[in-house]
Nanobody, 122 residues
Framework: QVQLVESGGGLVQPGGSLTLSCAAS????????MGWFRQAPGKEREIVAA????????YYTDSVKGRFTISRDNAKDTVYLHMNSLKPEDTARYYC???????????????WGQGTQVTVSS
C-alpha cells in the first residue's frame, strides 16, 4: 500500500519555525516531483511549494517566498518543508503530495498524505 505520511506539525508562536516531513512507503517517489499543499478552514486547498525529482528546481507560492524552503532526501524517500517566520495566516492543514511527473508541476498530483495541522498563534 502506497502511503505518504506527514509529521512535524504543531502549535507555534508568530515568528517561530517548524519543519514538516513527508515519508513515503509502499513505493519510492525518488523519481517524482513532490509538493506541499495547505488548506485553511473555509478556504480552497493551495499549493505551497514543489520540488522536482532531483531537487534542482523548486516552486513557492508568493506568500511563502523567502520564509519556506522545500527540500528532499531521495535516499530516505522523504521531503521536507522548512518554515520560518511563521504568521497566523500560515495556519492550515498541510498535505504532502506526489506527482506522476518527474518535472516541476503545481497541479499534476495523484498521491496524497493525510495531512498535519500547523497552527500559528500567540
Amino acid at each position: 500500500q502506497v502511503q505518504l505520511v506527514e509529521s512535524g506539525g504543531g502549535l507555534v508562536q508568530p515568528g517561530g519555525s517548524l519543519t514538516l516531513s513527508c515519508a513515503a512507503s509502499g513505493r519510492t517517489f525518488a523519481s517524482n516531483c513532490m509538493g506541499w499543499f495547505r488548506q485553511a478552514p473555509g478556504k480552497e486547498r493551495e499549493i505551497v511549494a514543489a520540488i522536482n525529482w532531483s531537487g534542482g528546481s523548486t516552486y513557492y507560492t508568493d506568500s511563502v517566498k523567502g520564509r519556506f524552503t522545500i527540500s528532499r532526501d531521495n535516499a530516505k524517500d522523504t521531503v521536507y518543508l522548512h518554515m520560518n517566520s511563521l504568521k497566523p495566516e500560515d495556519t492550515a492543514r498541510y498535505y504532502c503530495a506526489a506527482s506522476y511527473l518527474r518535472s516541476l508541476t503545481t497541479t499534476r498530483y495523484n498521491y496524497w498524505g493525510q495531512g498535519t495541522q500547523v497552527t500559528v498563534s500567540s
